[in-house]
């Protein structure tokens, strides 16, 4: 069994058909730019290209940047202001004539790091969070997620945790990455303090440097490397259609 997968980020929506059964994409993701005017109008138009670029008919699941709630985006941090209160998952069902998953990014990169991959053995609070843009978060408690947790949102040094420890810093502030390490310790800290979590796994584009940074993590919970990275979403959005979110 597959399903397309569709993970919409701040910069790019992307998507593949994954493998339900082993996690992985079947063929090669398609990237498309999110439109600079990144409204659901907007996006939807893009999804049109990446259905038919895979001639897609099966199930599909779509991750989003915000929260999702039964279907309807409630947030919207680093896309336009129109995604919020939409009925997301009725737009595209109506759309589409069929099924659809929605959930948020961060959740979808959860299901696929706990089913597959770095999470897969853990057991106790495990914390992902995906650091990019923005910084998203899925929490899970012996493999059971607690959806929507956003603690990129916590207010940490006067500001959003995100725009003070999310990885786009680096790239586009050009603060160096150690210096930025430095701050992401800082925030894992602080969310220690709150959630003692046993677990903390690092998601997104910068976990693959991991080991240039790791010694700068010093928090009492484990900390690893995801294992999807920016894949994650693609996939979990996937796996999420055979879950109930
Ligand atoms: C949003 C989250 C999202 C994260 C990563 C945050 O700004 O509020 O919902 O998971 O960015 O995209």
């Given at each position: 069994m597959e399903a397309l997968g569709i993970d919409v980020g701040g910069s790019g929506v992307k998507a593949a058909p994954v493998d339900l059964s082993t996690g992985k994409r079947v063929v090669k993701r398609k990237r498309v730019p999110t439109p600079e005017s990144s409204t659901p109008a907007a996006v939807y138009e893009v999804f049109d290209q990446l259905i038919s670029h895979f001639d897609w008919k099966g199930p599909i699941g779509c991750a989003l940047p915000g929260v999702v709630r039964n279907g309807v985006m409630l947030t919207a941090a680093n896309v336009?202001?129109?995604?919020?209160?939409?009925d997301v998952r009725t737009d595209l069902e109506e759309r589409y004539g069929q099924e659809v998953t929605v959930l948020n990014d961060a959740d979808a990169a959860g299901i696929a790091e706990n089913l597959f991959g770095a999470a897969r053995e853990l057991s106790g609070t495990v914390l992902l969070l995906t650091l990019g843009t923005g910084i998203g978060s899925a929490l899970f408690t012996n493999g059971v997620l607690v959806p929507?947790?956003?603690?990129?949102?916590?207010?940490f040094h006067g500001r959003d945790a995100e725009d003070y420890a999310a990885a786009r810093l680096v790239s586009q502030e050009r603060l160096i990455e150690r210096d930025w390490a430095v701050r992401l310790n800082e925030y894992l800290n602080y969310v220690e303090s709150v959630l003692t979590p046993d677990h903390f796994i690092l998601g997104g584009g910068?976990?693959?440097?991991f080991d240039r940074y790791a010694d700068l993590l010093n928090t009492n919970a484990t900390v690893r490397a995801a294992?999807?990275?920016?894949?994650a979403g693609i996939i979990g959005a996937a796996l999420a259609t055979g879950e109930a979110v």
């Open positions: 336009d202001d129109g995604w919020i209160g939409r929507n947790t956003e603690l990129g949102h916590l207010e910068i976990s693959k440097n294992r999807f990275r920016n894949r």
